[in-house]
């Protein structure tokens, strides 16, 4: 009997032998993977640094398409303003001819012509 209790308890020695040693490769493998985890954080990090990068040249990229189109919008201002101008100018004298035709008319009409 002292024999079995013996061998039992080798055994159960065994058992947590093999259990700290089950333990602490387990602690070795969540090393590995807090490191790894560290590692990936890292690369997100610089990943997101270069995302911000590439926003802020969009960014400045956008600014100068707006410059371009205000100055381009001050462009079509300018031209449609002389376009207006040029526009009154010869309707006034289309207006003028005609009032002239119509008074002409009007004196031959009246036999003054």
Do not use: C, H, P, Y
Request: aromatic share 12%; no cysteine; net charge neutral.
């Amino acid at each position: 009997v002292d024999k079995r209790f013996e061998q039992v308890d080798k055994r159960f020695e065994q058992v947590d032998e093999n259990f700290k040693e089950f333990r602490k490769e387990v602690d070795k493998r969540f090393e590995q993977v807090d490191k790894r985890f560290e590692q990936v954080d890292e690369n997100f990090k610089e990943f997101r640094k270069e995302v911000d990068k590439r926003f802020e040249q969009v960014d400045k990229r956008f600014e100068q398409v707006i410059s371009s189109i205000d100055r381009l919008g001050e462009k079509i201002d300018n031209k449609v303003e002389k376009t207006r101008d040029f526009t009154i100018r010869m309707f006034t004298i289309a207006v003028g001819i005609s009032f002239l035709g119509a008074v002409g008319g009007f004196l031959k009409i009246l036999g003054i012509l």
